[in-house]
């Protein structure tokens, strides 16, 4: 019998809110960090813009503040947002000292020592970043300070497939233990236990058809927190990224917001301008009413792609400012300096997740969230372009902060039973798997997408409930897998999704349905809650946003 996991902290997820935790623990307590593919792979790798936060003295706390208000439709908890953007400038501070290096603004003297950007929904050069590959300098520089520590454990290719709870041992107090994980290099499922466990494996844009997601954002956290009992909040906001490069060799490639923050203009096929119909922001409008505008143009002229131009710049100044985009172009055979870029809208982010209170912990005593996982109440209806890595970053300071408060009055967890495959075989039908992958993602684009109806909903909830009643049954039966896991997680988490737009009666940032054009701040100003069978209120005070 395989021997169990002991560390004091498990962190399920690798990206930039799960290993700025393991930085911000320190040294004393013993972390694991568990990845499902390479340590590196995630959203954080390929986010391109940048990090919002408050660094020219031309800039204020106030505006940031206004304009991540603004953006979020009246559903952000303003508390959160004010905690967050105060905490930027310190992040982005630490960051540096840890080594990740940002684009340098030489040529301007009146600016900080680093380029600063603006992204839709901003009102000021706030952005900083690294060229057009910020995610990449962060989660790799991160990455190899993590890989230093020696009090932690790095362990790719392992999906993480339950949380174990005390409740689940028959014990009356519920808390979290660890979790079950499977071993994608030995196929063996391990149990890792754990006096904290921390959700960090991002978001579920998998759940569509178009995303710039890589394929690992299957929604792996959310589910298992919904799974064992946690409240999640504003599932119904998905946001559309409006521009990801369209071309049939090109998967999931995106064009970063900061092309528009630079000048660059959204056009139709014969090169007219269409943004400035929709809002007086034009290109920098939030990027809900962007991907709609966009959406709305295709549908009504019946195009596949609208065009997005920046050959007013040089390509001196293209290529200084986003070379990974101007060389991906250029392999598809696409001079952007030259040429238009084709662009359509994906699923990019979720702006719900698993509710948590000021100090990142869920409803179940032992369990904390962060990153895109988490619903902290920032985001509110939309996502403001660069605050989800400063969100990651802050709340794991944050979480790390409360980690080590409680950790030294929390005892080891007791024995737990390794995982029990006694009644399970090989599978011999692996094609349901694939087939329902495709058929989820498929009718999660038509019907659950950037313009939703009752009619719509209504059928995807009836498509869902069929599927996850066959995917139950097929995972009761046959031994997991990481494309069954993935598949579960992600019929999960399209449900809740399906759920909480139908619950709102209303169109409100990204959450635009037909039936209900209008917002309605008398009913509907506030999160979409939805509680589990399993839920159970915390056993003491907690600060829920």
């Known amino acids: 019998m395989m021997q169990p996991h002991l560390h004091d902290i498990l962190i399920i997820g690798s990206g930039a809110a799960g290993l700025s935790l393991a930085l911000r623990l320190g040294d004393d307590a013993s972390i694991a ?269 019946g195009a596949d792609c609208v065009y997005l131009d920046i050959t007013h710049k040089s390509r001196e100044f293209i290529e200084l400012h986003f070379p990974t985009i101007y060389r991906k172009c250029l392999d598809f055979g696409i001079d952007i300096s030259r040429d238009p870029i084709p662009v359509v809208p994906a699923a990019h982010y979720v702006c719900g997740g698993v509710l948590v209170n000021r100090d990142s912990e869920t409803d179940l005593p032992g369990l904390y969230a962060i990153g895109e996982t988490a619903y902290t109440g920032l985001h509110g209806a939309n996502r403001m372009a660069s605050n989800s890595l400063l969100e990651c970053l802050v709340f794991a300071q944050i979480a790390g902060e409360n980690i080590l408060v409680n950790l030294k009055h929390t005892p080891a967890p007791p024995a737990i039973p390794p995982w029990d495959e006694s009644r399970v075989t090989d599978s011999d039908e692996e094609v349901v798997v694939s087939h329902n992958w495709e058929e989820l993602r498929r009718f999660m684009w038509d019907y659950v997408g950037i313009v939703r109806s009752n009619k719509r909903l209504e059928r995807a909830k009836r498509r869902i409930d069929l599927l996850r009643l066959e995917i139950r049954e097929y995972y009761s039966n046959f031994r997991v897998s990481n494309d069954l896991l993935e598949l579960r997680n992600l019929a999960e988490v399209a449900d809740l999704i399906i759920r909480s737009a139908q619950n709102r009666k209303e169109s409100r940032g990204l959450h635009y349905t037909l039936d209900f054009p209008q917002s309605d701040d008398t009913n509907q100003r506030h999160p979409t809650i939805l509680i589990p069978n399993a839920y159970t209120p915390r056993p003491r005070h907690s600060r829920v946003t």
């Open 33 to 301: 960090v568990v990845a499902k593919c390479s340590l590196t792979e995630g959203n954080t790798l390929y986010a391109q813009g940048g990090i919002s936060a408050v660094i020219d003295k031309e800039d204020s706390v106030t505006a940031h503040v206004e304009d991540t208000l603004n953006a979020g439709a009246g559903l952000c908890d303003e508390s959160v947002v004010r905690l967050v953007v105060e905490r930027g400038p310190e992040n982005i501070r630490w960051l540096l000292e840890e080594g990740v290096e940002f684009t340098p603004d030489a040529d301007n003297p009146d600016h900080p020592q680093y380029h600063l950007t603006r992204e839709g929904g901003h009102t000021h050069r706030r952005v900083v970043h690294a060229a057009d590959a910020t995610g990449s300098a962060v989660e790799n520089t991160l990455a190899a300070r993590v890989g230093a520590m020696p009090n932690v454990e790095l362990l790719e290719h392992h999906n993480a497939i339950d949380l174990i709870t005390s409740r689940k041992l028959g014990r009356q107090e519920n808390r979290c233990l660890g979790a079950y994980i499977l071993n994608l290099e030995t196929g063996r499922v391990e149990t890792f236990m754990a006096r904290f466990v921390v959700l960090a494996t991002g978001g579920a844009s998998k759940a569509y058809l178009y995303t710039s997601n890589p394929d690992v954002s299957t929604g792996d956290g959310m589910a298992m927190a919904w799974r064992a009992g946690c409240r999640v909040a504003n599932m119904e906001f998905i946001q559309f990224h409006p521009t990801c490069l369209y071309h049939p060799q090109a998967k999931s490639f995106l064009i970063s917001e900061a092309l528009r923050g630079e000048g660059a203009r959204l056009r139709l096929p014969d090169g007219t301008r269409f943004m400035p119909n929709f809002d007086p922001r034009e290109e920098l409008a939030p990027r809900d009413i962007v991907a709609r505008a966009i959406d709305h143009e295709m549908k009504r002229i």
